[in-house]
């Protein structure tokens, strides 16, 4: 608490008159004022020193206050820039994470398409491997089957001749027969008639 004033205060009595004044101050000789307004006037230096420490106690705490909230604000501020930092951090890695992804993917579904275009192709050269192959085993039987006729031909038409020579043969030999004698004409036609037989079995 601000200390009690010790006396009235002067000034204000210039302004009011005498009949203010205090009837004891008459009776008051000049020491026993000087005394008084001494009193006052350290009365009134302990009021002022406690007012001055009053304000620089105020002064002090809004200095303590200022400061604290200052410190509020650039804690503020630097937490606020850290999680700025983190967040763009994170959403530059997540950035970077979704291209990667990306990138993997249109290069997995690029793989995928070519080897599926490849299997396509294998697929459409297997089909046309196996026409190509199909077609030369058509062709083959086919030669197969005309060497076969013209081998079938060809042993009729040996047979034929076979006959036909040996028919002429017989013949030549039956009008030669005549100037043989009879022992070696018939083991003659025996062996030719064997011979005939002989090639008739093979056909």
Known sequence: MPPKKGGKD???GKGKGKKDAD???AELGPAELLVQAKLRIESLERQLVWREEKLQGALSAQRELKQQVDNYHAD???EKTEI????ADMTRQYKGMQEELLARLNTLENQIASQKDQLEMSGIQLEEVRAEKAQELAKKDAEIAEQQLKMEDMAVEFGEMLKET???MSER???TNSSWDSG???QAARRLEEFKLSNMGAE
Do not use: A
């Open 84 to 87: 700025f930092d983190i967040s």
């Open 10 to 12: 002067k000034k204000g």
């Open 166 to 168: 040996l028919e002429k």
């Open 184 to 186: 070696t004409g018939e």
């Open 173 to 175: 030999i039956e009008i």
């Open 76 to 78: 503020f501020e630097r």
């Open 23 to 25: 009837p004891g101050d």
